[in-house]
């Protein structure tokens, strides 16, 4: 991903460092902290202080030279940015086993992502329902996404089926879709995806593990 | 991340694509393909030709010209690189919503990521079995990863106990961690972390979304 602001283009890493950020903030707030230096917003991530810097910039000057930022504000401020000053409205598809986890996971709703239902075209589990969360049936997606300002959907279901739901959720004028599935799904300009891939993220500690002697530094991802 | 192999930095992105096209492979090969080419390869990703040939070229020269890769060969080559042509015995740690999902999570053991034990310091848990694997006493972590020969650790714990638990894997010689607590861990050189922070990935549309008019391509993560 990459998008422009201020002129600049923000990589998909600098959005996913401002999330990092807005959680070590979080942290050092909880803990008392009411200012922070960027080299210590840097330690808590693995990061320079240059890097924290450079991304903080992108978005306005926010820190203040022998101060530091002010943690509260600086947390306001990329929660602006990400768009979690606010909630959305998030459908689930799929009601196997991930998607009955994640409709329980705090994080989630913490970062106001709220599921407003599940979908399934499994009729046995339509009907249903998790957590407090009704399941839905699949067919009935585009009236009841409108229904229920859905703007995000989350898509926990075999891979070959992730495509075709896909397609339907896009004439649902669903914009912006999180992947379970094990797939890489094709969708026209202006819609977004990402992806979450867990064997993705642990072949890479193979990697690691295989090719040991030629890491020269501790990964962190 | 960042290794070194014949003398170049292999980055975590290039390690992450190599996870990518071997899914692409796998897929190619399931439907009859026995060559493919790098534009290929390059459009099941949403990448660049150019971009598969200088990825694949840090381990070699795995193409003929004008004939593009054989899908069997490269599949076996990445799968070596990776090191997914084996079997490796994981811990998880932690029988919550997310830990019992990631049980059943089919991927993990495809891949040959074989969760051997979950390991819990709730005696209410310790002692059931999920999905044919049993829970075990979290205290026991360091006889037992040595008694199963454990060499990756999966933590689905909740985020205040995620650092003592990540040391005392590491006193129990566990050196490869995949952490889906929602905290940067702290590890000693030579250690290797891979974070799954699900928020974050989902933290990337909220941006795409609210920064729609800046955004000037499709994402894609």
């Given amino acids: 991903m990459e998008t422009t ?27 008392g902290m009411r200012t922070i230096s960027s080299q210590e917003l840097a330690d808590m991530n693995n990061l320079t202080a240059a890097q924290v810097r450079k991304d903080l910039s992108f978005f306005g ?73 009704e399941v839905k049936n699949f067919a009935d997606i585009e009236e009841e996404a409108k229904k229920l300002k859905i703007k995000i959907a989350i898509i926990a279901v075999p891979a070959q089926y992730a495509q075709s739901i896909v397609d339907r959720l896009i004439e649902s004028k669903i914009r912006a879709i999180l992947n379970f599935a094990p797939i890489t799904i094709q969708v026209p300009e202006g819609v977004f995806v990402r992806n979450e891939n867990m064997a993705i993220e642990i072949e890479a500690l193979s990697f690691a593990l295989t090719n040991r002697r030629e890491v020269y530094r501790t990964i962190s991802g």
């Fill in 5 to 31: 602001t201020n002129g600049n283009k923000i990589s998909d890493a600098t959005v996913r460092r401002l999330s990092k950020y807005y959680r070590s903030l979080k942290y050092a707030y909880d803990r």
């Fill in 61 to 133: 000057a926010f820190g203040r030279r022998g101060l530091g930022y002010y943690v509260a504000d600086l947390q306001r401020n990329i929660a602006r940015i990400l768009g979690i000053n606010r909630t959305w409205n998030v459908a689930l598809i799929g009601a196997g086993n991930i998607g009955r986890a994640l409709i329980d996971f705090d994080q989630f709703r913490q970062q106001g992502f709220i599921i407003k239902a599940v979908f399934d075209n499994d009729m046995a589990k339509v009907g249903n329902i998790y957590h407090g969360i």
